[in-house]
């Protein structure tokens, strides 16, 4: 970004990847790319680009000095043994996801910079429908959407918002441990998996010899993992996840779809009877430039909707939505509407990223 550098010649590598998470840091970037044979570069509200239009082409030797000086022993080992290597990276001044990989140019660094800050689910704006989500005892609640739509920072404010409301004993599996969760009026645990545990489905079967009542599951992308997270819910846990689809339908049919043919009869009603709501979100590029804005879709399960799933009708859900709003029910496409008619994002924004393009161009005018 221009005024990160004022001089006209190329910017220097920098020593440390610190100075670049800092930097980052400082100018609210969501990730830090730092690549072998291209420019040191950043996501911003978004957007991907270089950190400086100026900046320097960052050689193989100065990638390989760059890992070298922040990567442990036992990180370094198991690049040279895999190739990639994951893991939380802290610092004195925040906390940042961490991927290494080598390439065929070289070594390749990005950074998810993770903001410390635990926000409440007032400060997310989310609507009033979620809150009743975090009081069941047992059952199934799913976060949604695509890679760096906030699903974490939104799963975090519900299992902070449980903390603080109840008395019980909470467990989290994530991948890495992104928000530190103080115990308030709940004790918590936090397994970090690769770090305290093999995997998802490894630290979510033994989970549930530790006398939980509530369960997060950072990722739940495998047929062992959503089959554990699903039992759960039904034996009397509150179990919290995320998965990376858009919409409730489409959740829906990834939930399903993992399993065999055979199963699906019995998971559908399983699912009908489990799941208690699904929030599906995106952020959204700000009209004036200035971030984005989080549009929200919410999914509660009521008898239309536990229907629909055990009958295999996921396709009705819609209908079912838009008609459910007196019970909190939020379609994506409502939420994208009310953000372009108040100005916070564009028209071609919300047109661009709706499910019903027809009924958004005819409300849209």
């Known amino acids: 970004m221009s005024d990160t550098a004022t001089a006209e010649e190329t910017v220097a590598v920098l ?12 100018y ?55 190739g990639d290597v994951d893991f939380a990276y802290a610092t004195d001044f925040g906390r940042f996801r961490a991927s290494v990989v080598r390439q065929r140019l070289g070594l390749d ?13 007032e400060e997310l704006n989310l609507p009033d429908s979620v809150k009743p989500l975090t009081q069941y005892q047992n059952g199934l609640v799913l976060v949604t959407g695509p890679v760096g739509c906030g699903k974490s920072t939104t799963l975090a404010a519900l299992v902070d918002h449980i903390n603080q409301e109840r008395e019980d004993h909470i467990i989290t599996l994530e991948d890495p441990i992104e928000y530190i969760l ?9 397994r970090e998996v690769h770090s305290h545990t093999a995997s998802f489905s ?28 699903i039992t759960a819910s039904e034996t009397g846990h509150l179990v919290l996840g995320t998965l ?36 599906s979100q995106q952020l959204v590029p700000r009209a004036d430039g200035e971030g984005r804005v989080l549009a929200l879709e919410v999914l509660v399960n009521t008898p239309a909707v ?35 008619q108040a100005g916070t994002i564009t028209k071609d924004e919300a047109l661009a990223r709706a499910e019903d393009k027809q009924a958004m161009t005819a409300n849209l005018a």
């Not at 020593?15 to 400082?26: A, F, N, R, S, T």
């Not at 660094?109 to 689910?121: D, E, P």
Request: charged letters at 30%.
């Open 15 to 26: 020593g440390h990847v610190d100075e670049y998470l800092k930097l980052g840091q400082e």
């Open 306 to 340: 536990a229907a629909c799933i055990r009958d295999g009708k996921t396709f009705m859900l819609p209908g079912v939505m838009q008609t459910g709003k007196k019970v909190g029910m939020i379609l994506m496409d409502d939420s994208l509407l009310a953000l372009a």
């Open 244 to 279: 990376h689809t858009g919409n409730g339908p489409r959740t829906l049919d990834r939930l399903l779809d993992v399993f065999p043919v055979e199963q699906r009869d019995q998971i559908r009603i399983m699912v009908s009877e489990s799941l208690r709501g699904i929030i």
């Open 182 to 190: 103080e115990s308030k009026g709940c004790h918590v645990n936090q």
């Open 109 to 121: 660094m990005t950074f998810r910079v993770i903001n410390t800050h635990l926000r409440t689910m």
């Open 202 to 229: 490894k630290a979510l079967r033994g989970s549930l010899r530790e006398d939980p009542d509530v369960i997060m599951v950072g990722e739940m992308r495998d047929l062992e993992t959503i089959s554990l997270a």
């Open 28 to 82: 609210d970037a969501s990730d830090i790319h730092l690549a072998t044979a291209a420019q040191p570069t950043w996501r911003r509200f978004g957007s991907f680009a270089p950190i400086w239009p100026n900046g320097g082409v960052l050689t193989e030797a100065e990638t390989d000095k760059l890992v070298d000086e922040f990567l442990t022993d036992k990180q370094k080992e198991m690049l040279e043994k895999r």
